[in-house]
Structure formats: structure tokens, C-alpha cells
């Protein structure tokens, strides 16, 4: 390998891992169970209590779609509001919710080729406290992500 490519190389993987903060993160997982399971245990809110370990409880006010609002109760913290801002059914959906100065994003996306599906979900902490925030919530929602993710892979190989 040359200098420049390696130079490149480094840079890039340099670059990765100055993403991961603990206000930016995401896990990526990947199963044999169809894209159209992942997206279907994704979207069914009422039930990501059984693979969100720090839910108590989700609420979707009316269908799963551009602009959708509903509730998310933790089994620490205050409840908040969410609203979805971005859908492409079977392919990814964002939702935002209120916090302090800013606010908590959730990115869901998946992709499937020769009978593996790849699915990441995404957190990101925004606004002027992000930092503060990412000490506590987003460290323990980091270290309980890879976990959650694979509950989610086991409930789709189902």
C-alpha cells in the first residue's frame, strides 16, 4: 500500500470514530430475517416496550406515517412527545423529540442483498446540551444499544 492510500485510510477511520460520541452513536446489526420483519417490529410502537429495555411504554396516535406524533414513557425520566419527520416505507423513518435546548433524533434504517438484512438505528443528541446529555441518557442508551438491537434481530427471526 502507498503513503497516500494509507494516509487515506487512516484518515477515514479517523473520521468514523470521531463520530461515535456518546450525543452521536448508532449499532448496526445484521440477520437472515426478511427487511419486511425488521420494518414491521420497527414500526409496531405500542410494542417497542419488548425489545427498548429503558421503555416503560410507546404510544402512536393514529397510523405510522410523515408527521405522526406520540408519546414514549422511560422507565427513567420524563415522558416526551415524538413526531416522525422522514419515512421510506420498508427503508428507514426518523422521529425527533423535545429536549432541553435541542433535541433527541432517531434514525431507523435497514438494508437487505442476498438474504441478509443489515439495520441500523442512530441516536443523536442536539442543541447546546448535547454533551451534558450525552453523559446521561445517551452513555446508557449507547451501552444497552447493541443489546436492544439484538432483541430485535431475535424477535424478527421468529
Same mark, same amino acid.
Given at each position: @500500500? +502507498? +503513503? ?5 485510510? @487512516? *484518515? ?8 461515535? !460520541? +456518546?450525543y452521536? *452513536? !448508532? ?5 437472515? %430475517? ?21 421503555? $416503560? ?7 405510522? %406515517?410523515?408527521? /405522526? $406524533? ?8 420524563p415522558?416526551s $412527545?415524538?413526531?416522525?419527520t ?5 427503508? !428507514? ?20 442483498? /442476498? ?9 443523536? *443528541?442536539?442543541?447546546?446540551l ?5 453523559? +446521561?441518557?445517551? $452513555?446508557?442508551?449507547? %451501552? @444497552?444499544?447493541?443489546e436492544? @438491537?439484538?432483541?430485535?434481530? /431475535?424477535?424478527a427471526?421468529?
Amino acid at each position: @500500500m +502507498n +503513503n497516500l492510500c494509507f494516509t487515506i485510510l @487512516m *484518515f477515514t477511520t479517523m473520521a468514523a470514530q470521531a463520530q461515535e !460520541s +456518546n450525543y452521536h *452513536f !448508532s449499532h448496526t446489526e445484521t440477520t437472515t %430475517a426478511p427487511a419486511a420483519r425488521i420494518w414491521q417490529v420497527w414500526t409496531d410502537v405500542p410494542n417497542w416496550k419488548q425489545w427498548d429495555k429503558g421503555l $416503560k411504554e410507546a404510544i402512536l396516535e393514529g397510523e405510522f %406515517a410523515i408527521g /405522526a $406524533k406520540g408519546k414514549i414513557i422511560p422507565d427513567k425520566g420524563p415522558k416526551s $412527545k415524538f413526531v416522525v419527520t422522514e419515512l421510506k416505507p420498508g427503508e !428507514s423513518y426518523t422521529f425527533k423529540t423535545r429536549i432541553p435546548f435541542g433535541w433527541l433524533i432517531i434514525r431507523r434504517y435497514l438494508t437487505h442483498t /442476498a438474504g441478509i438484512t443489515r439495520f441500523t438505528h442512530e441516536v443523536e *443528541f442536539t442543541g447546546v446540551l448535547k454533551k451534558a446529555l450525552g453523559k +446521561n441518557p445517551g $452513555k446508557r442508551y449507547r %451501552a @444497552m444499544l447493541p443489546e436492544v @438491537m439484538r432483541t430485535i434481530a /431475535a424477535l424478527a427471526e421468529k
